[in-house]
């Protein structure tokens, strides 16, 4: 079996993200850039399936401009045996990602396709389940576990009211959460190894997925900021302006 | 005008709150409000949202393979329904999270996700980046919406309607590859923590499951839901749904009290609708302060047992 995993360029977790003055975006100049965190728990798993002797092949793919090969360099240096951009200049809403992700779906049959619950630039959460209503298969999100059986998956879902069973037959995708597993550290000799890995390029445009725009995005602003409140001195203090307020 | 379908969020034997603040976030739209009950046994469910304001009609379908919300059987079952509607709203829960952006797929469009404002039929605002960023996001002309509604933004709509509850045959059936097979939960007697008023939460600092006991025992003492850091969560310390922040729950709880949590930015998008935060860390430069309306530099080992004896 084939496992696709699929990874996005984002800008780092760690960094404070700042609204340009004139809206047109965010500031993204010599900012630091990486995997989506959720996309490196997605390959983790796939590498895990890999070792435990449950797939063959782990490709990951990423579809964005000649700068994402950098993101696809740190999947092969975590283990990926090859890597696809879909290369593209513009900036893709989740239908478009989904619609190039079955494109190379058709092309290389995995039994199973891995991606990150959701983009941590966006947060859209979509591109999962877009790709499984597409391709009709099976769409498991939010997993925090996945046991293969087989043909089919027992997964562990992240739900709101607790943790929730399904199974599915694979093919099918999978959208994973933090808990799924602890990505491992790239050592540098696998860095040096990544290098000598295939990286394929094709364009979108060959792919023949046009670029979808059913939403245009006309501003960005920064959010309304919360005023910096009143520090107390003690606990006392604290009932009584609480008290004060009407809270308790 | 816009013709508004709302996909019902319900556990088989309630309607959840999200429903009632997609009604409100659909007010604000403006249009017709209809809600589709989808499920197996749901006709109180589906009395209690037709006695939600403003809704003109429910559209009731009981069907054994609609039992469990699979997204896989859900969705298509939504697209049968879906041609008399410009705009198909879901909650932003982990419900309408899942389901949503199938829906979309299958009608061709893109979603949008978490709808915290809106500017006019078609034109809205949601955050990105964790919430630091809120863009203006216009869906093109004469296209179908899809689209989730940002829970923490809208306040439940009322319930003093009285909407005819239509019951329709399935138009969908069972997709088979997909099976449910359960649900675990936390359980436990208090208020969840979308609907609660007011709100717990522990962090790193509690140490261990055993300490957390502390955060369980003050929330019980005001009535309050427990919340939790991502950290506390994945330590062990309390159960995964108890998460709140950009990958857990977005919550606007009247009060919120944060023990032992430095404030990073991904938690403190969960808690920004929150109306008074609390905060006790050791550490008097911790971020949490920043955002905090009450801060308390301090030990909570000492503070929350002396917060339990004053409320006496
Ligand atoms: C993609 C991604 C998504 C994430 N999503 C979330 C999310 O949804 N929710 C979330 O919470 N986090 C999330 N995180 C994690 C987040 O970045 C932080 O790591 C996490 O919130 C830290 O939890 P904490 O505040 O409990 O722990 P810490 O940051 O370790 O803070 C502990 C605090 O306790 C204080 N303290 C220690 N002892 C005491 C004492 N005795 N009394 C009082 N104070 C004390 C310390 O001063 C410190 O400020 C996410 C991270 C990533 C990368
Ligand atoms: N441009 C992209 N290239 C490859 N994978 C992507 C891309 N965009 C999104 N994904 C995958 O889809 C997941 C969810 O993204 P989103 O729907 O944008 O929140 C991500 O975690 C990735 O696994």
């Not at chain 2, 006991?213 to 310390?237: E, F, N, P, Q, T």
Request: glycine share 10%; charged share 20%; hydrophobic share 45%.
């Amino acid at each position: 079996m084939k496992i696709l995993v699929g990874i996005k360029r984002v800008v780092d977790y760690n960094v404070r993200v700042r609204v340009l003055n004139d809206g047109s975006g965010v500031d993204t100049d010599g900012v630091k850039m990486s995997v989506n965190p959720f996309d490196e728990i997605a390959l983790e798993e796939a590498l895990r399936i890999k070792e435990a002797g449950n797939a063959e092949e782990v490709i990951v793919v990423s579809a964005g401009g000649d700068e994402c090969q950098q993101q696809l360099r740190t999947g092969l240096a975590m283990g990926a045996d090859r890597a696809i951009q879909i290369q593209t200049s513009e900036s893709l809403q989740p239908l478009s990602v989904a619609r190039a992700l079955l494109k190379i779906i058709e092309r290389e049959q995995p039994g199973l396709v891995i991606l990150g619950k959701q983009a941590i630039d966006g947060d859209n959460s979509q591109t999962g389940q877009m790709l499984a209503a597409l391709w009709d298969r099976p769409q498991a999100t939010f997993a925090s576990k996945m046991v293969l059986n087989g043909d089919t998956a027992t997964i562990t879902r992240e739900v709101d009211a607790g943790l929730e069973t399904i199974e599915v037959d694979l093919p099918a995708v999978v959208t994973v959460d933090l808990r799924m597993n602890e990505p491992r550290f790239v050592k540098l000799p696998d860095i040096m190894k990544a290098k000598r890995k295939p990286l394929d390029v094709i364009s979108l445009g060959d792919l023949g997925v046009s670029v979808d725009g059913n939403l245009k995005i006309h501003h960005f602003a920064p959010p309304p900021q919360r005023q910096k409140g009143i520090m107390v001195e003690d606990t006392a203090q604290l009932v009584q302006e609480l008290k004060n307020r009407g809270l308790i | 005008m816009s013709n508004i379908l709302i996909i019902a969020e319900h556990d088989g034997e309630a309607l959840n709150i999200s429903t009632a603040k997609c009604v409100s976030c659909a007010q604000a739209i403006g249009g017709d409000i209809h809600i589709a009950v989808l499920g197996d046994g749901i006709d109180s469910i589906a009395a209690e949202a037709a006695a939600l304001d403003s809704v003109g009609k429910v559209i009731a379908v009981n069907a054994g393979h609609l039992a469990a919300p699979l997204a896989a059987n859900w969705a298509p079952e939504v697209i049968s329904l879906a041609a008399d509607y410009s705009l198909i709203l879901g909650p932003s829960t982990t419900f309408g999270r899942d389901l949503m952006p199938h829906i979309a797929a299958l009608a061709g469009v893109n979603q949008i996700s978490d709808i915290m404002e809106v500017n006019g039929p078609a034109s809205f605002k949601r955050p990105i980046y964790a919430g630091n960023a809120i863009i203006d996001v216009e869906a093109a002309e004469g296209v179908k919406i899809v689209a989730t509604a940002r829970t923490a933004s809208w306040k439940a709509a009322g319930a003093s309607g009285s909407a005819e509850v239509e019951q329709r045959p399935a138009g969908s059936s069972a997709a088979g590859h997909t099976r449910y097979v359960g649900l675990e939960t936390a359980g436990g007697e208090r208020p969840d923590l979308q609907s609660a008023t007011k709100v717990v939460s522990g962090g790193r600092a509690l140490g261990s499951e055993e300490n957390f006991a502390m955060i369980y025992s003050l929330a019980d003492k005001l009535g309050a839901g427990v919340g939790a850091s991502r950290a506390a969560v994945d330590a062990g310390y309390c159960p995964n749904d108890m998460q709140v922040g950009q990958t857990g729950k977005i919550i606007s709880p009247d009060l919120y009290l944060a023990f032992g949590i430095s404030g990073a930015i991904q938690h403190v998008t969960g808690i920004k609708d929150a109306g008074t935060i609390v905060a006790v860390n050791k550490d008097t430069e911790a971020p949490i302060f920043e955002i905090s309306d009450i801060g308390l530099a301090g030990d909570l080992f000492s503070v929350i047992p002396e917060l339990e004896s004053l409320l006496g």
